[in-house]
């Protein structure tokens, strides 16, 4: 089993930043994309960045140049840096993961973290 943990999340003003974290743990052999989505009240959760194994990223139009996702492979971890936060962002943000486990390396499973609030306010 494998479980997901995001953290980082909190209140901010407009124009400020908060980093949050995507930690993955358990029976991994392998972590291909890790992903952060949001979900706003009322809304249909959106995917916001996605990162391959590789590093390469992709983000939903409304964050580019403002938020930046990254990974650390050796501890099965993905960040998302937030700058210049608008009221918009606010959002329940989740991570997922896309893993293959030493019990079953072929096949790959995706896993939901909890999910953490980020309240943009002033």
């Known amino acids: 089993q494998v479980q997901v943990v995001e953290s980082g999340g909190g209140l901010v003003q407009p124009g400020g930043s908060l980093r949050l974290s995507c930690a993955a743990s358990?029976?991994?052999?392998?972590?291909?994309?890790m992903n952060w989505y949001r979900q706003a009240p009322g809304k249909q959760r959106e995917l916001v960045a996605a990162?391959?194994?590789?590093?390469?990223?992709n983000y939903v139009d409304s964050v580019k140049g403002r938020f930046t996702h990254s990974r650390d492979n050796a501890k099965n971890t993905a960040y998302l840096q937030m700058n210049s936060l608008k009221p918009e962002d606010t959002a329940v943000y989740y991570c997922?993961?896309?893993?293959?486990?030493?019990?079953?390396?072929?096949?790959?499973?995706?896993?939901w973290g909890q999910g953490t609030q980020v309240t943009v306010s002033s």
């Open positions: 990162i391959t194994s590789g590093g390469s990223t």
């Open positions: 997922n993961t896309e893993v293959a486990s030493y019990a079953s390396p072929l096949r790959r499973y995706i896993y």
């Open positions: 358990g029976d991994i052999f392998r972590i291909y994309a």
